[in-house]
């Protein structure tokens, strides 16, 4: 089992999500982020104050993965978080040792899967074909 | 008899609903003012603007009336019209030939709530409440009120001499300027200015705002003619005129120097338009009003971008706006003015009467020196009676909080107010067409 921990673009999220979905990995956690990579600085000003915003506002959404699934989601990312541009953000990827679900007790593994995957894994494959897009 | 005979229905009509749009612009200035501060401040911010509405509604009818405008000598009124005793609702010939004195009252009553209410914006973010709320009252009784009577009370000293002051740049404008001056340096700087960035927290409040000031300023330029007639309508056209090209101004500046057009400045800009025309909106020709929005924006803008640079926290710029600009304006009256306009006001320096100029500036040094000094007396006295700044614990709480016990946004989360969430919210776009929905009802536990 893996964590992984990836930070992208606000404006990639809907691709991203999209991706993961199709790719089957269906429980993710979102949260709004701010940080300091490699951009340029932005500049705001309001009538004599010039204001540099040094951070830049993100997404990190954190999923723990079975193995089997790990390759299939740092792919997944990667394929719709990239725009080329400095400041795609980053993935990162550590072990963990243990996963319990609340509601059962299922452990590890078992605990991973949610019960809908398939349907919401499906419905993403069914959209993307819809609207079009990959 | 023959008082009520003259009285105008249509004069009458016009002097009220101007009335109502200059009460409107003390709301619009709490929103242009509660925009720029940051969230913690908001309520505090437009509160200094809306209790002026109650206090200064009340004071007015009590006794500022009185010592602004009835009958006395030439640097104060008489206490004969308390509680607006002896105000009728017949015409005055004095100052109202054509309405009821009643509705002079409440019109000029106006102007008396939203001057202190404009001071506000050098000092907000860290002056406490019940202290302004004296300073307010004191202010408007001490200051604004015989400053009414020399400019336009009848046997007012500066009334006499000639000054021309056809809405209030120097009453209004310059002594709100100078007085915030006074009190941005006598209250000290915020203890985050230039420590930590702070910048307005919602835009789109200060445009409501700057538009609701616009819009009422018609009343307050326009109304001032006190009559429904040409002049009315040359003040009106001269207000909007200056408004317009200050806003181009401000908007040209901006680009010049970052290579953007702001709307904080948009907004900024078109204020600076109105002051810098209202003493001069009943004077002088439309083609000169453009040249004095220019101009009065031109000062104003350059005045900001210095004053920035100090350490003097004049927090919304109020003496750049008002002050500055309203000098300009006076200064100006007295170039531009022409009789051709306004055969009852007077002819400027371009009009061969460089005299004017000279009146004009004693008016504005008058204005500057009484409000200055006046201010900082009435803040030494409610600074050792019941306190003036508020403390650290207080100011980083947020004045909020710690004045009034309530907040802007209770329990929501700025970011999201503020509109930057959006691409978080979790909702997606459901089309109609879609195979199946989005997400299946979820099959009973294996």
């Known amino acids: ?134 | 008899m023959t008082q009520a005979a003259a009285l105008s229905s249509g004069d009458t009509a016009w002097v009220l609903t101007s009335s109502a749009l200059v009460l409107l612009m003390t709301v619009g200035l709490a929103f242009f003012y509660g925009g720029l501060v940051r969230p913690k401040n908001a309520l505090n911010t437009m509160m200094m603007s809306v209790v002026a509405l109650g206090v200064i509604g009340v004071q007015w009818m009590l006794i500022g009336y009185s010592i602004a405008f009835a009958p006395g000598n030439s640097w104060l009124g008489s206490l004969a019209w308390f509680g607006l005793n002896n105000v009728g609702v017949d015409p005055n010939p004095t100052y109202s030939a054509t309405i009821p004195l009643q509705a002079h009252a409440m019109f000029q009553g106006m102007f008396a709530i939203i001057t202190p209410a404009l001071i506000s914006g050098a000092i907000v973010e860290r002056m406490r409440f019940r202290g302004y709320v004296v300073f307010l009252v004191l202010w408007a009784t001490l200051i604004y009120d015989p400053l009414a009577h020399w400019v336009w009370g009848s046997g007012g000293w500066l009334l006499k001499r000639g000054a021309l002051d056809f809405a209030g740049g120097t009453v209004v404008h310059i002594s709100a300027g100078v007085s915030a001056l006074v009190a941005a340096w006598f209250l000290g700087p915020r203890k985050d200015y230039r420590r930590v960035p702070i910048a307005p927290h919602n835009v789109p409040l200060v445009l409501l705002g700057a538009g609701l000031l616009w819009f009422g300023w018609f009343g307050f330029n326009a109304g001032s003619a006190l009559a429904a007639n040409g002049l009315a309508a040359l003040a009106f056209v001269n207000t909007n005129t200056a408004a317009a090209a200050a806003l181009v101004t401000w908007a040209g500046l901006d680009l010049a120097r970052t290579g953007k057009v702001t709307a904080v400045g948009a907004a900024t800009g078109l204020v600076v338009g109105l002051v810098a025309i209202t003493p001069a909106a009943g004077y002088v020709t439309p083609m000169s009003s453009l040249f004095i929005g220019i101009l009065g924006a031109g000062v104003s803008y350059t005045a900001i971008q210095i004053r920035s640079r100090t350490k003097l926290d004049d927090a919304l710029d109020v003496f750049s706006c008002h002050g500055l600009a309203g000098t300009a304006g006076a200064l100006l009256t007295g170039v531009f003015a022409t009789k051709l306009m306004n055969p009852a006001g007077g002819d400027g320096l371009l009009a061969g009467n460089p005299g004017q100029l000279g009146v004009q500036l004693l008016a504005v040094l008058a204005t500057v020196a009484f409000a200055g000094l006046g201010t900082l007396g009435i803040l030494k006295l409610v600074e050792v009676t019941i306190g003036a700044r508020a403390n650290v614990p207080e100011e980083s709480a947020g004045l909020d909080l710690s004045q009034h016990g309530e907040e802007a946004y209770f329990g929501s989360d700025l970011g999201s107010f503020a509109g930057t969430g959006g691409s978080l919210g979790g909702s997606v776009v459901v089309q109609s067409f879609a195979a199946e929905p989005a997400v299946a009802p979820a099959p009973s536990p294996v």
């Open chain 1, 1 to 134: 089992m893996k964590l992984i921990t990836t930070i992208v673009r606000p404006e990639r999220l809907p691709e991203v999500k999209a991706a993961l979905f199709r790719a089957g990995i269906t429980g993710i956690t979102l949260s709004r982020v701010s940080g300091h990579g490699g951009e340029h600085e932005r500049f705001e000003q309001y009538r004599g104050t010039a204001l540099v915003m040094e951070f830049h506002e993100k997404v990190k959404i954190e999923m723990v993965c079975s193995e089997p699934f790990v390759e299939a989601c740092v792919q997944a990312i990667l394929s719709s978080a990239r725009t080329g541009e400095v400041g795609d953000g980053k993935i990162f990827v550590q072990p963990i040792e243990r996963v319990i679900r609340i509601r059962t007790g299922e452990a590890d593994n078992a605990a991973l899967t949610a019960i809908n995957a398939d349907q919401v894994q499906r419905a993403a494959i069914n959209a993307a074909g819809i609207g079009g897009a990959a």
